[in-house]
């Protein structure tokens, strides 16, 4: 043998190398919660939920009698803790996932035609692409999801983490081969 190969897996190979940032675990929630059919039904459910208890806090107000204090403050927090929920959930998981990564320092990751191959100080983890079948693309990030719409499991890959921009280009292409875009 001459040194060289034709097998095609080898240039379907991408290699990344970074450490965790904050950003990026955030993002890549983001993106995961909003592929959720689950996600987006408690988000309306919450909205809802609040603007009927603003709405019956406003009613309590203006209806005639005298209002009673203690029933619009607990309506309106009510209305306030069912905003709240809805847009701290990302935040507060992200945070959570950012906590353990960090902890596990420089992550490397692996991804080619048999799927994706990640590796830290204390883990390493393979999932082929029947379990990532899925993706989105953002700026900063290829985040890969679950098959199911539930989101209940992702893995995400770093631009920043690449070796150069064609190494993005490749990755794309190789993502579109073994899944679709979300």
């Known amino acids: 043998m001459n040194g060289t190969t034709d097998d095609p897996t080898l240039h379907d190979r991408i290699e990344l190398t970074c450490l965790p940032v904050l950003a990026d675990v955030r993002e890549a929630v983001g993106v995961t919660l909003d592929a ?21 806090a406003a009613l309590e107000l203006l209806l005639p009698g005298e209002p009673d204090p203690g029933t619009v403050a607990r309506t309106a927090g009510l209305g306030a803790a069912a905003v709240a929920v809805a847009r701290l959930m ?31 100080r204390d883990v390493e983890q393979l999932i082929r692409w029947p379990m990532l079948p899925r993706y989105v693309e953002t700026d900063r990030l290829f985040v890969l999801l679950t098959p199911r719409r539930t989101g209940s499991g992702f893995a995400y890959l770093p631009k920043h983490g ?8 490749r990755l794309r292409a190789l993502l579109d081969r073994h899944g679709a875009r979300v």
């Open 162 to 169: 690449l070796a150069g921009p064609a190494d993005a280009e």
């Open 36 to 56: 959720a059919r689950w996600w987006r039904v408690l988000r309306r459910a919450a909205y809802g939920s609040a603007a009927l208890a603003f709405l019956a």
């Open 90 to 120: 990302g935040p507060v998981v992200a945070r959570a996932v950012f906590l353990a990564v960090r902890a596990q320092g420089e992550a490397r990751a692996v991804v080619d035609a048999e799927g994706g191959r990640w590796t830290a």
